[in-house]
């Protein structure tokens, strides 16, 4: 499946238009990685545990995405546009939600 934040794939006519589709995913990152994530901060640098957590929520929201698309017959997603908000108390959790356009090219 071709997926891209473009509006038209270069190269490709689309040919129908099945809906708008979406992929959702909340996940919570765990004590332990706060307090790590916490000193990394202070300290500077990146924080590769969160950088894990974040890559891994995307890409979860990602596939759940593009398994709604071919659900619905697609072989395309355009126009994908990629979320992220923390949530819950404290910011505890992360979501990340991403949305596009299913077609058919």
């Known amino acids: 499946m071709i997926i891209t934040t473009t509006p038209q794939i ?3 006519k689309i040919r129908e ?3 708008v589709v979406t992929g959702e995913t909340i996940i919570g ?3 332990f990685k706060d307090i790590l994530a916490g000193i990394r901060d ?3 640098g990146r ?6 957590v974040l890559r ?3 890409d979860t ?3 759940e995405m593009m398994e709604r698309a071919m659900s619905m017959g697609a072989n395309a997603i355009v126009g994908i546009d990629i979320d992220y908000e923390t949530i819950g108390e404290g910011n505890s959790m992360l979501m990340v939600a991403t949305s596009g356009t299913a ?3």
């Open 56 to 58: 891994q929520a995307k």
């Open 47 to 52: 924080s590769a545990s969160y950088e894990k």
């Open 29 to 31: 990152a765990n004590f």
């Open 42 to 44: 202070f300290v500077g």
């Open 17 to 19: 238009y099945k809906g």
């Open 103 to 105: 077609v058919v090219i």
């Open 10 to 12: 270069e190269g490709y």
């Open 61 to 63: 929201a990602m596939q």
